[in-house]
């Protein structure tokens, strides 16, 4: 009676499955079709931590997979008949037990894939981590865009180094996905790994990884590349500093993001390195607009030292090149507009006596300490030059001009228009003076020329 009321049931629902179940892919067998009767249902089963795990087979991507053509007996030893209970204390317990099957047909040591996932990266992987369990596909399926890589980088992996680090291999994909590099595979930058090849790499530490892998850079950006060669960093790193930044630590790796149009992200980065100057840079007026204004106008990092051929501040041959960097913004006539200041302040400084100083030791070729911008102005820790704090500013000035000018006295800077144009305003008398010889000196020329011509009338009507 047990065995009839079992076929019965069996048979009900083999038809049920049979008139819900749409039909694509290589047919099941009847042996699975019955196995299907139950699994194509919700089915669940509890672990001996409490937990549970579906039994629920989706027939269509069953059918779709590799292993359509296999039976489910095949892989699982069971059949209608015989349809044994067993016991797990966890799921993790269960899935390495299942995965003992694929052993059966595969021998995962002939590939090096498996050998590298499974061993340091990843102990304790068991085929369906990153194959599946009844969506099996094709390696070549897999290999499609990143899902291949994804397959085991999207778990917590971790890589150790022989200096005892660890470091995370896991990949957030929504991360990457949102990355410049999208359109890119892993293998565009991870060359020397595919499907079938999977070396194991080894390295001392962290940092020599990273030094290591910042090299996939040049394939792509290699003009870049090339200008990070003769920058500060390049140099310290090619003498051994191996905390000098490469690409990777400015840019990321699989987060890549652009800040072109985000200075202060751009100004973060530097920060990683350079946190007292960056503290420095947001008290000054220009990292305090940057910071609580979000004004994208004002200067940073970058828009000075230069992104990638980042060249020593401290040398004079830097020096000289100040005028030019500061006039990148102070000289943009419709900029300074903006703000209500002047355009003329690089302009008025290269003719005023320092700045004729400068461009003739320029011409030259010689190099020697004449006062810039920064003397004067401070270097990350610009003010504003009216205000509260003025008295100081002016106090700053004095030291910075006893330097070059011992005898120098708290009026010594009073001397000096600085870079605005006199006017009504702003140091009248030299204003009403250079008003005046814009008079007399074109009369003087004029009165000189009309002298010669009466002399030379004179002198023709007399012969």
């Known amino acids: 009676m047990g065995y009839r009321s079992g076929v019965l049931t069996a048979v009900c629902a083999f038809f049920l499955f049979s008139i819900t179940v749409p039909a694509s892919g290589p047919a099941l067998s009847k042996a699975d079709e019955m196995c299907m009767g139950c699994h194509g249902q919700t089915q669940s089963m509890t672990m001996g931590n409490g937990k549970k ?18 039976g489910c007996s095949d892989c699982h030893g069971f059949t209608a008949d015989k349809h044994p209970s067993r016991s797990f204390k966890t799921k993790r317990q269960y899935r390495a037990f299942a995965a003992r099957m694929c052993t059966n047909c595969h021998d995962p040591n002939k590939s090096k894939v498996h050998a590298s996932v499974t061993g340091r990266a ?53 991360l990457l996905n949102q990355s410049v590099h999208n359109n890119l595979s892993c293998t565009d930058c991870h060359y020397g790994f595919s499907s079938e090849e999977h070396p194991v790499r080894k390295f001392k530490s962290r940092r020599s990884y990273s030094i290591a892998l910042s090299e996939s850079c040049r394939r ?51 920060e990683q390195c350079h946190a007292d100057i960056y503290n420095t840079y947001a008290k000054s007026v220009h990292g305090g607009a940057l910071i609580e204004e979000s004004n994208q106008d004002v200067p940073v990092c970058s828009d000075c030292h230069s992104a990638h051929d980042i060249t020593d501040p401290r040398t004079v041959d830097f ?32 003719q005023d006596f320092h700045g004729v100083t400068l461009k003739f030791y320029k011409q030259e070729g010689q190099a020697k300490p004449i ?30 001009c ?32 250079n008003l005046g010889y814009s008079f007399f000196i074109p009369f003087m020329i004029i009165g000189l020329l009309l002298q010669i011509l009466l002399h030379i009338w004179r002198y023709a009507v007399n012969r």
């Not at 194959?131 to 890589?149: A, L």
């Open 319 to 350: 020096r000289l090149v100040i005028p030019e960097i500061c006039g990148n913004c102070h000289a943009d006539k419709g900029l300074m507009e903006k703000y209500d200041l002047s355009p003329a302040v690089v302009e008025t400084y290269l």
């Open 53 to 70: 795990i579906s039994l629920k087979v989706n027939a269509t991507h069953l059918q779709q997979s590799v292993h359509g053509i296999i």
């Open 371 to 400: 006062a810039v911008c920064i003397d004067c102005h401070g270097v990350h820790d610009i003010t504003k030059t009216t205000g509260t704090n003025t008295n100081l500013i002016k106090e700053n000035l004095v030291k910075q």
């Open 220 to 270: 792509c950006h290699f003009d870049n590349y090339t200008r990070t060669l003769e920058s500060i960093h390049f140099n310290m790193l090619s003498q051994g500093n191996p905390n000098a930044p490469v690409c990777t630590d400015c840019h990321g790796s699989h987060f890549v993001t652009s800040s072109k149009h985000n200075k202060l992200a751009s100004a973060k980065k530097c």
């Open 122 to 174: 990843a102990p304790g992987t068991v085929c369906t981590d990153c194959h599946g369990s009844h969506t099996v596909r094709r390696v070549r399926e897999m290999t499609q865009g990143n899902r291949y890589c994804l397959g085991c980088h999207e778990r917590k992996l971790r890589m150790t180094f022989k200096s005892g680090e660890k470091l995370t291999i896991h990949i957030n994909e929504q």
């Open 402 to 433: 006893q330097k070059c000018h011992a005898d120098a006295t708290m009026n010594f800077p009073d001397s000096w228009v600085s870079h605005y144009e006199p006017n009504f305003t702003k140091a009248p008398l030299v204003y009403l003076i």
